[in-house]
């Protein structure tokens, strides 16, 4: 965990200060940037391990920025905002954001979430040694029984969670709704097949393996990597 880097993209400089201070005493490399386009560029130059990312900076939105580095590079980003309705923050996770910190903060608190987010992560990605199955944005920690999407933890339901196992280890291999049925819910189960195809549904939308798990007309359903 240690020698991690940071980068601070924060244009109020005596709160960059703290946090390079704060994070700087806890052993990471803290580099900071004071615009979201100096940010951009940093996270260019030297891919940080987390960003921690202010809201409103002075020539791109923080938002923007969140976006920008999403789409560039797996990094987890923290949004600072002095903002704290729910629908910001909800626009914030949207745009990516793993996580949302209001100020003004308690600078242990950031640690910890900083902390907490990079162990996420490292598990999603299988750095810490832990068998995952991979499959684009989703990661698969089969022994914690979780899945992670960009890094970020989906909540799936216990059958949810079997069928979407079951179709990644099975690729381009044709499901009948009755075989999933059988194999998932087991044969005395009381539903019908429009069970299945309800979880189906849940888990491409939580997945977003909307266009990967295909309907098979008049059959069922297969992956498609
Ligand atoms: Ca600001």
Same mark, same amino acid.
């Given at each position: 965990?240690?020698?991690?880097?940071?980068?601070?993209?924060?244009?109020?400089?005596?709160?960059?200060?703290?946090?390079?201070?704060?994070?700087?005493?806890?052993?990471?490399?803290?580099?900071?940037?004071?615009?979201?386009?100096?940010?951009?560029?940093?996270?260019?130059?030297?891919?940080?391990?987390?960003?921690?990312?202010?809201?409103?900076?002075? *020539?791109?939105?923080?938002?923007? /920025? %969140?976006?920008? @580095? !999403?789409?560039?590079? #797996?990094?987890?980003? =923290?949004?600072?905002?002095?903002?704290?309705?729910?629908?910001?923050?909800?626009?914030?996770?949207?745009?990516?954001?793993?996580?949302?910190?209001?100020?003004?903060?308690?600078?242990?608190?950031?640690?910890?979430?900083?902390?907490?987010?990079?162990?996420?992560?490292?598990?999603?990605?299988?750095? *810490?040694?832990?068998?995952?199955? /991979? %499959?684009?944005? @989703? !990661?698969?920690?089969? #022994?914690?029984?979780? =899945?992670?999407?960009?890094?970020?933890?989906?909540?799936?339901?216990?059958?949810?969670?079997?069928?979407?196992?079951?179709?990644?280890?099975?690729?381009?291999?044709?499901?009948?709704?009755?075989?999933?049925?059988?194999?998932?819910?087991?044969?005395?189960?009381?539903?019908?097949?429009?069970?299945? *195809?309800?979880?189906?549904?849940? /888990?491409?939308?939580?997945?977003?393996?909307?266009?990967?798990?295909?309907? =098979?007309?008049?059959?069922?359903?297969?992956?498609?990597?």
């Amino acid at each position: 965990m240690e020698d991690r880097k940071i980068l601070v993209i924060e244009d109020e400089k005596p709160i960059a200060d703290i946090l390079k201070y704060g994070f700087e005493k806890e052993g990471f490399q803290v580099q900071c940037a004071y615009t979201g386009g100096e940010g951009f560029a940093a996270a260019g130059k030297e891919p940080p391990d987390i960003v921690l990312l202010d809201w409103m900076l002075p *020539d791109i939105s923080g938002v923007d /920025v %969140c976006r920008m @580095l !999403t789409e560039q590079y #797996r990094v987890p980003i =923290v949004m600072l905002t002095a903002r704290g309705n729910v629908e910001d923050k909800l626009y914030g996770l949207e745009s990516g954001a793993d996580d949302y910190i209001t100020k003004p903060f308690d600078l242990r608190e950031v640690v910890a979430r900083v902390r907490t987010i990079l162990r996420r992560f490292d598990r999603a990605q299988g750095t *810490d040694g832990g068998a995952g199955l /991979v %499959c684009g944005s @989703l !990661t698969v920690a089969e #022994r914690e029984h979780s =899945v992670y999407r960009d890094g970020v933890l989906i909540s799936l339901t216990p059958k949810e969670y079997e069928l979407l196992i079951c179709f990644l280890k099975h690729p381009r291999q044709v499901f009948t709704r009755t075989a999933l049925l059988d194999q998932i819910w087991g044969y005395d189960f009381a539903g019908d097949t429009r069970t299945v *195809d309800i979880h189906v549904q849940r /888990v491409r939308k939580k997945t977003g393996l909307e266009e990967k798990l295909v309907t =098979v007309f008049g059959v069922g359903y297969k992956y498609v990597p």
